[in-house]
């Protein structure tokens, strides 16, 4: 006698969209704050990201609403998803470009194992990624073993 009626959703059902639905909200909104305060200080680029992602997440609600409704082709219904998975990425993306420096890095390269900018022009001079600095001159670094000016 408990069971929904014909188009109607069991409360397992509306409770897996709640929170499905929940967190993609906040995971976009971390991401938009998170772009927002670090394109406007560091990224400019970020700012436009936030506005993509904003744009993906106005149209997955749309999508989602509708289906809900049922008022949405079944087949359409991957529109939806392929949807949260570009929300995913926009967000990711967003999150891997705020978590490395990169303004301060943009005359060399950034070195993870080290954490450090390496500013060496590598067209002269070789790079030894073990210690972090640069020697000897392009054609044969490994023979000349000259210290360079690495910053």
Not at 13 to 21: D, E, L, T
Not at 95 to 121: A, H, Q, R, V
Not at 123 to 128: E, S
Request: proline fraction near 4%.
């Amino acid at each position: 006698m408990n069971d929904p009626l014909y188009n109607d959703e069991t409360p397992m059902q509306k409770a897996i969209f709640y929170i499905v639905a929940g967190g993609t909200s906040l995971y976009t909104l971390v991401a938009i704050i998170i772009a927002v305060v670090f394109g406007a200080m560091h990224h400019f680029q970020l700012i436009f990201l936030a506005g993509f992602l904003l744009l993906v997440y106005a149209a997955e609600a749309i999508l989602t609403r509708w289906w809900r409704k049922k008022d949405l082709d079944p087949k359409a219904k991957w529109l939806v998803f392929f949807l949260l998975a570009c929300i995913f990425i926009g967000g990711l993306t967003i999150f891997i470009s705020t978590s490395f420096p990169g303004d301060d890095c943009k005359d060399g390269f950034y070195n993870l194992k080290l954490k450090k900018c390496i500013k060496c022009d590598l067209k002269v001079h070789c790079y030894n990624f073990e210690t972090g600095s640069c020697y000897g001159r392009f054609p044969n670094c490994n023979t000349t073993c000259i210290p360079a000016t690495c910053r």
